[in-house]
């Protein structure tokens, strides 16, 4: 049985939104990267559960790179 979180109650999601805002908050405006945490988060949606905190903030990372 796979346990699903809803991406708007996940807080790893919040502590990647979290700690990128810190380190984008120079070059983007946060609800920039709340979207791209969110929508990593989703992208990442079939990877087990005990590995998406470090993949989904890595991922965001690299696209939030490209953008800014």
Same mark, same amino acid.
Do not use: Y
């Given at each position: 049985?796979?346990?699903?979180?809803?991406?708007? @109650? @996940?807080?790893? +999601? *919040?502590?990647? /939104?979290?700690?990128? %805002? *810190?380190?984008?908050? %120079?070059?983007? =405006?946060?609800? +920039?990267? $709340?979207? +791209? #945490? =969110?929508?990593? =988060?989703? *992208?990442?949606? $079939? #990877?087990? #559960?005990? %590995?998406?905190?470090?993949? /989904?903030? =890595?991922?965001?990372?690299?696209?939030?790179?490209? +953008? $800014?």
């Amino acid at each position: 049985m796979t346990s699903t979180v809803p991406v708007t @109650d @996940d807080p790893a +999601v *919040d502590q990647a /939104v979290a700690r990128l %805002a *810190d380190e984008f908050h %120079a070059r983007l =405006r946060p609800q +920039v990267i $709340g979207t +791209v #945490v =969110r929508n990593c =988060r989703r *992208d990442l949606s $079939g #990877v087990p #559960v005990t %590995a998406l905190p470090e993949l /989904v903030e =890595r991922l965001a990372r690299e696209r939030l790179l490209s +953008v $800014g």
